[in-house]
């Protein structure tokens, strides 16, 4: 069965507090990326990767790092979190440089 | 730069009902527009993708058409019923803006027993 795995699920932290959110795929997929999803704003591509070590920035990237060093994995990493990265997040991944399959998400909660 | 929109933000109809779902685009230079489902709590499931060299994609009571000299898409949705009830977005990359996908702020379904 198609998977796209985030971890956690959910997060309440404090400013400051660096974060790591896991995304894990077991379709051998060479595209992975990231969205974040805010009410009136829909979906907003933050940081994508069309291979291993290879990554770019989406939309709005300011505050994020990802990296890429094996197929399956690309975390998305927040060094000092803010209150203006409270969000829901997702990842996918997809063949064809497409997102195809989503995680079911993280709630992340910035104090 | 580029923007999506959908209309309408919200729908309800009666179970059984043909719906049409409209999504615009601001520059007809795309590579490929795709619909997508989000149930509540769930991520996206991807519906149909069209490519810019096609003119509509058909899985089953679904039916995605392609206009783009005039910036829109329509997903088609036939004999709708409770289980189609969710928010449907649509995306599209765009030619000059790298893998890039903008996505409208979508259309929540709801399809009443």
């Known amino acids: 069965e198609a998977q796209v795995t985030q971890n956690p699920r959910y997060l309440i932290t404090v400013t400051g507090k660096k974060l790591t959110v896991t995304c894990s795929q077991n379709?051998?997929?060479?595209?992975m990326s990231w969205y974040r999803q805010d009410p009136g704003l829909g979906l907003r591509q933050i940081y994508y990767?069309?291979?291993?070590?290879?990554?770019d920035k989406g939309d709005v990237p300011e505050g994020y790092k990802v990296s890429r060093k094996e197929k399956r994995n690309f975390p998305l990493i927040l060094e000092s979190p803010s209150p203006n990265q409270t969000s829901l997040y997702f990842c996918?991944?997809?063949?064809?440089?497409?997102?195809?399959?989503f995680g079911d998400g993280t709630r992340l909660s910035i104090l | 730069k580029q923007e999506v929109t959908q209309i309408p933000a919200a729908l309800s109809v009666p179970e059984g009902e043909n719906l049409v779902l409209n999504c615009s685009f601001t520059?007809?230079?795309?590579?490929?527009l795709q619909w997508f489902r989000q149930d509540p709590g769930k991520g996206l499931t991807s519906l149909l993708l069209?490519?810019?060299?096609?003119r509509e994609q058909t899985s089953g009571r679904l039916n995605a058409s392609l206009d783009k000299s005039s910036g829109r898409s329509t997903l088609y949705i036939a004999a709708s019923q409770p289980g189609d009830s969710a928010t449907y977005l649509c995306?599209?990359?765009?030619?000059?803006?790298?893998?890039?996908?903008?996505f409208g702020p979508g259309t929540r379904l709801s399809v009443l027993p």
């Open positions: 520059d007809s230079a795309i590579y490929n």
């Open positions: 995306a599209v990359r765009f030619d000059n803006y790298g893998q890039n996908f903008v």
């Open positions: 996918a991944t997809g063949s064809s440089s497409q997102p195809q399959h």
């Open positions: 069209i490519q810019s060299s096609q």
């Open positions: 379709m051998n997929h060479e595209y």
């Open positions: 990767s069309m291979n291993v070590e290879v990554t």
